[in-house]
């Protein structure tokens, strides 16, 4: 990781929680530097802006903007009246508009340069949305949602495509590599499913995908999957209480990272909701049911940082520590 916790350059973490709180630390110590509430709702999701001045914090009906460098507890911009809890949050690379994505069937776009607060564009889906992700080429929209469907919104031509891996069960989480080279997404049933990206695109502009993998990543639910940045690895976190790590050369296993109980009283660490790579992809940060968000270092597989102060379980992070 890089940066020192202070000035410009500073690396940015922040949780969110069912305590209705969010917290930013000091990533380096694991010291809690702030704590934000975020009292009308959970966080479902959080992410901060590509010029690091603002975290967006998804919640029920809304999603909050909170101003990263000041300690103003308030938050700067409102975004009201969505159906639902929104369950997805994310920016364009040069910060010019935000996606969401929620339970009520929606995603959108909103003008991040102007503060009105406005909807530029909606897709509806047949079912909540579970995940967004754009793609690198800052053109397409992935969205997945409960009945299983993967829908790809072309944004210059309107049009959609659709990826249906198990009619029925729910995917939870859809990514898109840094390199467009893999799409991937998990569902209620523990699979984890990749997909090659082609450069070519279909006659109406939208993105060609073959199938490259299908994993049995986990026993219970996978919850998230995320690429690192270097397009080298692929995470997947679950209910299982592990975050696996797998190579993105073969899609074969790297590590398992899981916290070993060896005390029979002690209570179990609980799920695995969210997690983050550094810039470096050397390490990766989880938020997990146990109240606790840690610092792995991927290739020896051990914690290397807790940041502990929630009182219920941690289920979102935001995470930047790109200079």
């Known amino acids: 990781m890089s940066g020192d ?19 930013f630390w000091q990533a380096h110590s694991g010291l809690c530097t702030r704590t ?8 479902n999701a959080m992410k901060i802006t590509p010029d690091r001045m603002l975290l967006a914090a998804a919640g029920y009906q809304h999603v909050r903007m909170y101003d990263i460098k000041s300690m103003n507890p ?4 409102c975004y009201d009246g969505l159906g639902k809890n929104v369950t997805a949050v994310g920016f364009q690379e040069d910060g010019k508009w935000m996606f969401t994505g929620g339970e009520d069937h929606m995603a959108r776009i909103w003008d991040m340069r102007v503060r009105s607060g406005q909807c ?21 929209l992935i969205v ?31 990514d898109i590599d840094p390199d467009a080279s893999y799409l991937a997404a998990v569902n209620t049933q523990g699979t984890c499913f990749v997909w090659s990206v082609s450069q070519c695109k279909t006659m109406d502009g939208i993105m060609q995908v073959n199938p490259r993998a299908k994993l049995k990543a986990h026993s219970r639910y996978a919850l998230k999957c995320k690429f690192s940045p270097d397009s080298v690895l692929l995470a997947t976190t679950s209910a299982d209480q592990s975050v696996k ?4 050369s073969n899609f074969q296993l790297l590590s398992c990272l899981k916290l070993e109980t060896t005390d029979p009283a002690d209570p179990p660490h609980g799920w695995m ?4 790579f550094s810039a470096d992809s050397q390490f990766i940060i989880t938020a997990s049911s146990d109240c606790v968000a840690r610092l792995w270092n991927i290739e020896k597989a051990e914690v290397k940082r807790e940041y502990s102060g929630h009182t219920k379980a941690v289920v979102s992070l935001a995470f930047n520590d790109s200079i």
């Open 5 to 23: 916790g202070n000035g410009s350059n500073s690396v940015i973490l922040a949780t969110g929680s069912y305590d209705h709180t969010i917290r």
């Open 36 to 43: 934000v509430q975020h009292q009308d709702s959970q966080v």
């Open 74 to 77: 308030n938050p700067i911009v």
């Open 120 to 140: 530029n564009r909606m897709f509806q889906v047949n079912a909540p949305v579970t995940s967004v992700c754009l793609h690198p080429n800052q053109g397409e």
């Open 144 to 174: 997945a949602d409960q009945s299983g469907c993967i829908n790809i919104w072309d944004l210059k031509s309107d049009k959609t495509e659709q990826l249906i891996p198990e009619p029925g069960v729910a995917i939870n989480c859809v």
């Open 245 to 248: 790590i797998w190579q993105t």
């Open 273 to 276: 909701w969210d997690c983050d």
